[in-house]
T-cell receptor, first 112, second 115 residues
Framework: QQQVKQSPQSLIVQKGGISIINCAYENTAFDYFPWYQQFPGKGPALLIAIRPDVSEKKEGRFTISFNKSAKQFSLHIMDSQPGDSATYFCAAVMEYGNKLVFGAGTILRVKS | KAGVTQTPRYLIKTRGQQVTLSCSPISGHRSVSWYQQTPGQGLQFLFEYFSETQRNKGNFPGRFSGRQFSNSRSEMNVSTLELGDSALYLC??????????????FGEGSRLTVL
């Protein structure tokens, strides 16, 4: 129940295309869902986050879609750029605390 | 504003030894969390400290321990090192504590290799 399942494991997208990464969870106690981006040799950095009372959140080219009934959420990267090539992690957090449960990660490569 | 600083960045130890890793959070941040990152297990939560008290703990053996000082700096210790402890250890700080935001600011990590 503590797991967050993330897919795909890796993704290759052409420049200008849409990158889509999906995550699913079981524990309904999770109430905050951040996405992190990690470049080689760096720590993860917060990209965008959503709470379950919102179905969609958009920040620039990045959009989170959230389906509370299905317990699924996804990250869409519009107009993907080579600079977006990184590993993306979805995560879930329960109330009161900074204990993140991370998905396994998706390695995104954007081909120019 | 300086980010989260972790030292050392790289270290090599042998089985049975112990290691101490250090983390200086962003100024003003009072919560410090530690995560282990490995290719096989991904990112796993170790523990979180706030105001020198451990607030959350992950599912790691007692060989893994940590502490936080009054200036919010934190250290984690791994005793009796095993080969499987080889990993990138990430420290993250957060300003808001008691409020769940998931907005962690990560350092670049300490890469531990156990031989």
């Amino acid at each position: 129940q503590q797991q967050v399942k993330q897919s795909p494991q890796s993704l290759i997208v052409q420049k200008g295309g849409i990158s889509i990464i999906n995550c699913a969870y079981e524990n309904t106690a999770f109430d905050y869902f951040p996405w992190y981006q990690q470049f080689p040799g760096k720590g993860p950095a917060l990209l965008i986050a959503i709470r379950p009372d919102v179905s969609e959140k958009k920040e620039g080219r990045f959009t989170i879609s959230f389906n509370k009934s299905a317990k699924q959420f996804s990250l869409h990267i519009m107009d993907s750029q080579p600079g977006d090539s990184a590993t993306y992690f979805c995560a879930a957090v329960m109330e009161y605390g900074n204990k993140l449960v991370f998905g396994a990660g998706t390695i995104l490569r954007v081909k120019s | 504003k300086a980010g989260v600083t972790q030292t050392p960045r790289y270290l090599i130890k042998t089985r049975g030894q112990q290691v101490t890793l250090s983390c200086s959070p962003i100024s003003g941040h009072r919560s410090v969390s530690w995560y282990q990152q490995t290719p096989g297990q991904g990112l796993q939560f170790l523990f979180e400290y706030f105001s020198e008290t451990q607030r959350n703990k992950g599912n790691f053996p007692g060989r893994f321990s940590g502490r936080q000082f009054s200036n919010s700096r934190s250290e984690m210790n791994v005793s009796t090192l095993e080969l499987g402890d080889s990993a990138l250890y990430l420290c993250a700080s957060s300003y808001l504590a008691g409020d769940n935001t998931g907005e962690l600011f990560f350092g670049e990590g300490s890469r531990l290799t156990v031989l």
